[in-house]
């Protein structure tokens, strides 16, 4: 019975294993001209590359027109709540969205985003709330300039870019300028800031220049230097440095161009120890895809997105495609709903559970905003699999045990 017990531990770790590892993605259609939410109807997409951001819930922030009983045009919402624009009131204005507006959502499902405030002010908003108007004053210093896209940690702080420094705004205590142009990091003299990100811990990590490095831009936390042209990475060394973020788990991770040792030129995924994405990866049987766009998204369990692209099979021009790790999720040509994916958009989002949110355009010119959920089995689905193991293993155990050899 030891055998048969330890067996069947065996063939339950394998099932869950594999299972977990080969997981398919189901993909759902989550938004789309002519669906009503809160009221208030979605009647198109913008032509833009403007970002999606998913909850760990599943809830999918995006942007669309809508049109309802205050008003019509851009607006946020999710696929269960509208949240802003259409001449939705919000602590005391109508947020409106000018071109390329920005969002960011945490795992419990907040939503930061910067918003026009007519006539003449930007401010930046958590859900219902306004948190900070150009003209505020933050550490004794007026923040002139609200920019670039905000980012939100479970804790509900958010970080966004501002004049004269990045900013931290927090819900349950004061807010801050994180650090300013020509302060001192690491040795190095910071020179501009885009994109800070921050984690549940209250990491923050940004991009910018140095003055001492130039050209190109590094990445960097209010004490360090993280990633700089010239460092070495794996035998690759970096170059140009085109996004970056952070992981739950505190590992910072950047999209980059480098050189290897003999002097080409590729694109990477890098954290701070290893390559995650470099030449040699393969893609559905494809060694080296392109990487495609600037965005890509690493999870704190190894999981990371990004979108591609793969000669056309006749040879004629790419084909774009999403990608989890090793796997395609979509492509162009694709037959999905009914209907062939003609783009994917780039800006797109994964939650701490593999689960990705993005946009597409179709060949009629149709845009939908699609949640793609890893399936892991339910703890019954693995029971169910042991027990068809165990079944499987005393059934030949008997068989064994009855067969008398030959007579």
């Known amino acids: 019975m030891k055998s048969l017990s330890f067996l069947v531990v065996v063939a339950a770790v ?97 939503v930061a985003y910067k918003a026009n405030i007519p006539p003449v002010d930007r401010g930046v908003f958590l859900n219902q709330t306004l948190l900070l108007m150009n003209g505020d004053e933050i550490d004794g210093r007026e923040i002139s300039v609200i920019q670039d896209s905000p980012d939100v940690n479970d804790a509900g702080t958010v970080v966004i870019m501002a004049r004269p420094g990045p900013v931290k705004l927090s819900i349950n205590g004061p807010n801050e300028i994180m650090v300013e142009h020509g302060t001192m990091v690491d040795g190095f003299t910071v020179d501009g800031f885009t994109n800070p990100r921050i984690n549940n811990a209250g990491d923050v990590v940004f991009i910018g220049g140095l003055e001492e490095v130039s050209p190109g831009r590094a990445a960097f936390s209010t004490d360090r230097v993280i990633f700089k042209p010239g460092d070495v990475i794996e035998d690759m060394t970096i170059t140009q440095i085109r996004s970056h973020g952070i992981t739950e788990s505190g590992e910072v991770f950047v999209h980059t161009f480098g050189t290897d040792i003999n002097g080409e030129v590729s694109r990477y995924i890098a954290t701070e120890n290893r390559i995650v994405y470099g030449p040699d990866h393969i893609v559905a049987g494809v060694t080296d895809p392109i990487l495609v766009g600037a965005s890509v998204v690493v999870n704190s369990d190894g999981r990371f997105a990004f979108l591609g692209a793969f000669e056309a099979p006749d040879g004629q021009g790419f084909l774009s495609f999403l990608a989890v790790s090793d796997a395609v999720l979509i492509s162009e040509g694709d037959i999905f709903d009914d209907k062939v994916v003609r783009f994917v958009y780039p800006n797109f989002d994964m939650n701490e559970h593999g689960d990705i949110a993005f946009r597409v355009v179709f060949e009629d010119f149709s845009q939908a905003v699609v949640l793609a959920t890893l399936n892991i089995p339910e703890p019954s689905s693995l029971v169910l699999a042991a027990m068809g193991a165990c079944a499987l293993l005393v059934r030949r155990q008997r068989r064994f045990r009855n067969w008398k050899g030959p007579q």
Do not use: W
């Open 14 to 110: 394998f099932v869950f294993h594999c299972s977990a590892r080969a997981a398919p993605y189901t993909l759902e259609i989550i938004a789309q001209a002519g669906d009503v939410i809160d009221g208030r109807t979605i009647t198109g997409f913008s032509g833009e590359v403007i970002r999606v951001g998913i909850s760990d819930d599943r809830e999918v922030a995006f942007f669309a027109f809508a049109a309802g009983p205050e008003g019509s045009g851009l607006s946020l919402m999710t696929q269960r709540r509208f949240i802003a624009g259409a001449g939705k009131v919000v602590d005391g204005h109508v947020p409106q969205f000018g071109s390329e507006p920005s969002l960011a959502i945490n795992g419990l499902g907040d």
